[in-house]
């Protein structure tokens, strides 16, 4: 079976790791440090925190939003229902009111038009997910922001969900680095892991800082008491959502592999872009050239999925939706909202194989069982 996903491990990360395991300190370190640094200049971003799971930084974003802005619980998060639920649950976690937006059927992201016209004085918070690794408009969205301040005199903080995109480039740009709130994931499955971890960008210094007590109590770690446990006073109650130094010295091996990993994705994508471009029966997403994917999902429109599945499972590939849209579990009923594109992008959408382990045999093979039928 060719996989869909895979686990990437460094095979140099053996010696650091059980070096850092019988150290005698595994807690947020010096590792964590180096891995922030790392991560800083990668991002084009000095306003970069790890954290134990991207999940963590969603919802540290949506706690430090809502108490800066005093926020009531009638204030608005709008946001795409297709991604995994890692997405949404936090703005319920903040008590927050989810304002579902449909999504755009020529890329899997957000639709703009909708998100436009369902801005109202409640909109404090603008979601985005960058599908698969392919950049939101930013541009787009930041005009859409402006706008607010001139309707309603007050600009949405924007939320870049960047679970998919390590890697991805907007304008040029790397995703990460466009002043706003973007938690990247660590986990498992993901372009680069520290077994589970996140990253957190902010706007501002202020925020940054912020942040970083937070992650950890709201306890000053950086302070030069001698006892910083008993010593330190907390203004603002914090989480335990800080990164190890196991996870970041496994993240950090695993990241100096990121543009070897990036490489095949993308080779691989542009391979399926041109091999599966004029198939009847599929309907490929867009691929503008300033929007450069990371490819952590190759997902294309497919007719009669149900028949493509069971014969990809007879060819031994594995492929799926991967996410369920979120607007469907009973503990969101109270948000449902009319979304006909979504009706219609989930009974078609399917993920086939993308990442670094495929190879070029691999996918070759792919694309000739697409191309005999399903």
Known sequence: MIPLFKVYMSSHVDKP????????????GKEVEKFEDALKIYLDNDFVITLNNGTAGLHLALHMIKNQLKLSNDSEVLTTPLTCTA??????????????????????????????????????VIMVVHWGGYPVDLNRLKY???????????KPFIIEDCAHALGARYAGKMIGS???FCSFSLQAIKHVTAVDGGILTLPNENLYRKAKLLRWYGIDRESNRKDFRCETNISEYGFKFHMNDVNAIIGMYNFNHIDEILKIHKSNAEYYNNQLNKISGIRLLENYPGAESSYWLYTMMIERRDDFMKWMKECKIMVSRVHERNDIHSCVKEFRAHL?????????????????WVTEEN??????CIKRGW
């Open 144 to 154: 859409i922001q402006e706008k607010t301040f001139n309707q309603f005199g007050f």
């Open 340 to 356: 006909p594109a979504l009706d219609e992008i989930v009974k078609n959408m399917i993920c086939i194989p993308v990442g670094w």
């Open 363 to 368: 996918r070759e093979y792919i694309v000739d």
């Open 87 to 124: 997405t949404n649950w936090p703005i319920l976690a903040n008590n927050l009111r989810i304002k579902w937006v449909d999504v755009d059927p020529n890329n899997l992201n957000i639709d703009m038009i909708d998100l436009e016209r369902k801005i109202t004085t409640n909109t404090k």
């Open 178 to 180: 466009f002043g706003n």
């Open 17 to 28: 790791l059980l070096e850092i395991l019988h150290s005698g300190y595994i807690g947020q």
